[in-house]
Every structure is written in structure tokens, then in C-alpha cells.
């Protein structure tokens, strides 16, 4: 089963609402520049509302190690989503597994080495528009990466919402979609009957795929 990451929370009634419709994972974006940025305080208060078993994710694109760590420490996060380039000090730095981010634009991005691909908890495809990486709300060319050769977990973002959830499911078959703008009443507030549709559309599509 496609398993769902909300991110962009900032707001811990939306983090028990998506935990509570079926969400793997829960995403709270550190980005500086981000219309979705939480700080260390609100990351915490975040965290607590997380139910079990749901991973808590970090979005990062060019903060520090040092920040890293206190993000994973006071948010309690168990990945850290990366929106640069992998290299090598990544993983060696970071205290927790790496979702690496592959940015897909008028091209598609390189992916990582195999080897430190191999080292990663998944490889998530995203949406890159001019100097943004991640969180642009926009759909990219799904046929730039037709057919991915990955050995770790797909996650598949990038414009996503409750009508087009099906049809990502049906061309990438990943591992996780993920959602943020597409599920929102505004930047950050997240819509109560998207979040339900859009559960709702990615049941529907695996019932099908079977």
C-alpha cells in the first residue's frame, strides 16, 4: 500500500488530523525562506502531537550540521529530507537517516551516487522552479523519470493534490507521496476535506493497482 507523508505541518491540530486519516509520516519544514518554516519551539510542540508509529521528517535545504542536530534532537526527528545535493559528510553528519531529494525541472537532476544512495532511507522526486528546491506546488514532466531504477524507497511530491494523487500512483508506483500545498487552505493550515479526499484518492488508486 502507497504509504503518505503531510508535510509543511505548522499546526498541531493538523498533525493529529493527518496522523489520525492514516498519515506514515509527518513533515515539518526548517528551510529558511519557507512560507511553512517552524522553528525550534513550534517543532517541538509539533512532535508531541505526532501519534505512534508515525515518523517525524525534517525539511532542510542549506542549513547547517549544527542546526541539524538541534532539529533532530528537540523535534525528535527520525529522517532528515535534504533538498541539495547528497554528498558523503551528509550522511557521515547528520544524526539521523536521509531521505536524499532528486530536483526535477526543465531536466531532470542526477541522482546520487549508488553508494550513498545505498545508505539512504528513501530518494524522493521533486519539483525545482528557478532557485526553489522543494515545496514549489508545481507539477514536474513525470515522464523525465519514467521508470526509475532506485533500490531504496520512491517518494514522489511535486504538485499533488486529491485529483491528481491516482494518477502519480499509477505511473512511479512509490513507496510514499507527498503533500503539502495541494491539501492547504493556506500556506501552512492544512484543509480538513482535502486531507480527507486526498487519503481517500490514494486508497482508491491502490485498490485498483491490485
Avoid at 488530523?17 to 517541538?44: H, T
Wanted: glycine fraction near 8%.
Amino acid at each position: 500500500m502507497t504509504e503518505v507523508k503531510i508535510c509543511g505541518l505548522t499546526r498541531p491540530k493538523d498533525v493529529r488530523m493527518a496522523c489520525a486519516l492514516g498519515a506514515r509520516y509527518v513533515g515539518f519544514v526548517f528551510a529558511a525562506g519557507s512560507l511553512r518554516r517552524v522553528n525550534l519551539e513550534r517543532a517541538r510542540e509539533l512532535s508531541e502531537a505526532v501519534s505512534g508509529g508515525v515518523a517525524r521528517v525534517g525539511v532542510f535545504v542549506d542549513e547547517d550540521y549544527s542546526f541539524i542536530s538541534d532539529a533532530v534532537r528537540e523535534a525528535q526527528l527520525d529522517f532528515v529530507q535534504i533538498h541539495r545535493p547528497l554528498r558523503a559528510k551528509d550522511l557521515d553528519a547528520i544524526p539521523a537517516p536521509i531521505v536524499a531529494v532528486t530536483a526535477i525541472g526543465e531536466t531532470a537532476e542526477r541522482l546520487p551516487d549508488e553508494n550513498l544512495l545505498a545508505r539512504c532511507r528513501a530518494i524522493l522526486f521533486d519539483a525545482v522552479s528557478g532557485e526553489t528546491r522543494g515545496g514549489t506546488g508545481r507539477r514536474f514532466n513525470w515522464e523525465l523519470v519514467a521508470g526509475p531504477d532506485v533500490r531504496i524507497p520512491l517518494f514522489v511530491a511535486g504538485g499533488l493534490d486529491p485529483e491528481n494523487v491516482g494518477e502519480a500512483i499509477h505511473h512511479f508506483r512509490p513507496s510514499a507521496v507527498d503533500v503539502s500545498s495541494g491539501v492547504e487552505e493556506r500556506p501552512g493550515a492544512k484543509d480538513p476535506q482535502k486531507l480527507a479526499r486526498f487519503f481517500a484518492a490514494v486508497k482508491e488508486a491502490d485498490a485498483h493497482a491490485l
